[in-house]
């Protein structure tokens, strides 16, 4: 059988990092920013991580013309055969970690703050929403570039003209583990064994905090107040056939009926 085995032309390939800044530039001039290129393109399973096949499309789809496999090397340095955030952009990696970590230990989840940040009960949160409490309960993030770069399909709301996000454009940081950071993964060589040990039981709580903060989400209900309780709503699949971005979600009619009802 290895005979006929052809392996994947990055396997052979050695890292180009000029062929990755092409690209790259490619990305932003089409998207604007690398964490919309990622959530648009990249990413479209939402697993949190890039396969070989997905790069090819994204390079196809931007008319990526350079050494696309020399390009993957750049990224994917240790052979693992994907691409994760932190190996893609670290400062988009570092938004998502950051407003991941806010809303895990101040909601429990993701999910449960979108209905914190949904203060109107439309079913959406606008930027004004999301920047309203995120200001008032002290996350410093970029805030404007995470709503952005979240809003995949930018659609305006047929009543007032306002973009927002959905449930389902958000939801996907509830899955996503948090890699360490360079300097986190470094930093046990360089602390004591006792501080290396706290910093790794620090490490391993804030995993399992993650892990119970999804698993509670697998429940059909969640608190909303005090002694009051509201079951999850089933969203409407993404649609893929907006103009924009390659992958859009089906918004406007949701949007409508949750604000008639």
Not at 95 to 118: C, H, M, P, Q, Y
Not at 162 to 186: G, P, Q, Y
Not at 196 to 211: D, F, N
């Amino acid at each position: 059988w290895l005979d006929k085995w052809r392996p994947r032309s990055w396997v052979r390939a050695s890292p180009d990092p000029e062929a990755w800044i092409t690209l790259r530039r490619a990305l932003v001039a089409m998207y604007g920013h690398p964490l919309k290129a990622w959530r648009c393109l990249l990413d479209k399973d939402d697993s949190n991580s890039v396969s070989w096949l997905e790069f090819e499309n994204a390079c196809r789809h931007v008319g990526f013309k350079g050494n696309i496999a020399g390009a993957w090397r750049a990224l994917d340095e240790d052979l693992s055969g994907s691409i994760s955030m932190n190996e893609y952009d670290q400062q988009s990696a570092e938004i998502l970690r950051s407003f991941k970590e806010w809303t895990t230990a101040n909601f429990g989840s993701v999910r449960l703050a979108f209905k914190a940040l949904d203060g109107d009960k439309s079913g959406t949160v606008t930027f004004s929403e999301l920047k309203r409490t995120c200001h008032k309960m002290n996350w410093d993030g970029e805030v404007k570039t995470l709503f952005e770069c979240l809003d995949i399909d930018g659609t305006r709301d047929v009543e007032d003209g306002k973009r927002s996000l959905t449930i389902e454009e958000v939801a996907f940081l509830d899955k996503w583990v948090m890699e360490a950071t360079e300097e986190e993964s470094a930093a046990p060589k360089e602390m004591s064994a006792e501080q290396g040990a706290v910093q790794r039981s620090r490490s391993r709580a804030l995993v399992t905090q993650q892990r119970e903060a999804t698993q509670r989400l697998s429940n059909s209900d969640f608190i909303d107040e005090p002694g009051r309780r509201f079951h999850a709503r089933t969203l409407p699949p993404r649609s893929e056939s907006a103009p924009g971005c390659s992958r859009n979600s089906s918004r406007n009619s949701s949007r409508n009926s949750s604000r008639n009802s």
